[in-house]
């Protein structure tokens, strides 16, 4: 049965990957960021805007419901990274990532159940990273802004539970994406070296996990974050 999903940050990487395959499973697929496009399907509808913008949000979660009816899966994929000492860091530059990474998955959320209300699976994915049980020297804002959206995840979990919708998180293990292109090679092998299994991720990895969370036999499965890899 064809599922609405909503996917935020597709206009490449992870993002990208997660829209075209879920047009492959057959799904009714709305992506957003902004950026133009990079996906090109009957079944795939884009919408550019900045996921920190509140009325924008709400204006696309108003096309959902009028084109869509409804809202089944929300993915809040959507985030920029910061990779730098917290003395470089100025406040404004921790801001955005906050707000990116944090802020704007509260908002979607917050827009999509209105949508999800009669939706016989709703599922909420927030996607995460190890940087958090980690502890990366170099990433404090980045991970601190995921290990609030981890936190929420926990909570939306309990009170969405009377809902029939569940709210988890996967963290990916290092994903070769642009996100990770600006991290020098032996910082990423000294990253897959912490790993119990020292293999790189691939995004389709990812998607396992989303899969796992999706499927109707997982309504008992929520407040959960799963980091892949394993760690050493």
Do not use: W
């Not at 096309?63 to 089944?72: S, V």
């Not at 917290?86 to 509260?106: G, Q």
């Not at 790189?200 to 999706?214: C, E, H, R, S, Y």
């Amino acid at each position: 049965m064809s599922r609405r999903v909503l996917i935020t940050g597709t206009t490449r990487g992870l993002g990208q990957f997660l829209a075209e395959h879920y047009l492959e499973a057959g799904d009714q697929v709305v992506g957003c960021g902004r950026s133009d496009p990079s996906v090109q399907h009957e079944r795939y509808t884009h919408h550019t805007l900045d996921v920190t913008d509140e009325a924008a949000v709400g204006k696309l979660t108003a096309t959902i419901r009028q084109r869509f009816g409804g809202l089944d899966v929300l993915i809040n994929n959507a985030g920029v990274a910061s990779m730098n000492a917290i003395a470089l860091t100025p406040p404004s530059a921790a801001r955005r990532v906050m707000e990116t990474n944090f802020i704007s998955a509260v908002t979607l959320t917050h827009a999509a159940l209105r949508l999800m209300r009669r939706s016989t699976a709703g599922r909420i994915v927030n996607i995460s990273t190890i940087a958090v049980p980690l502890r990366l020297e170099g990433e404090a804002i980045y991970a601190a802004s995921k290990s609030a959206l981890e936190m929420f995840t926990r909570i939306a979990a309990r009170e969405l539970g009377s809902m029939g919708i569940t709210c988890n998180a996967v963290g990916p293990s290092v994903v070769r994406t642009r996100l990770t292109d600006g991290v020098p090679q032996e910082k990423l092998d000294r990253l897959v070296r912490a790993q119990a299994i020292q293999t790189m991720a691939t995004p389709a990895d990812v998607a396992n996990v989303i899969d796992f969370f999706l499927r109707p036999e997982s309504r008992l499965i929520t407040g959960q974050v799963v980091y892949l890899g394993g760690f050493g």
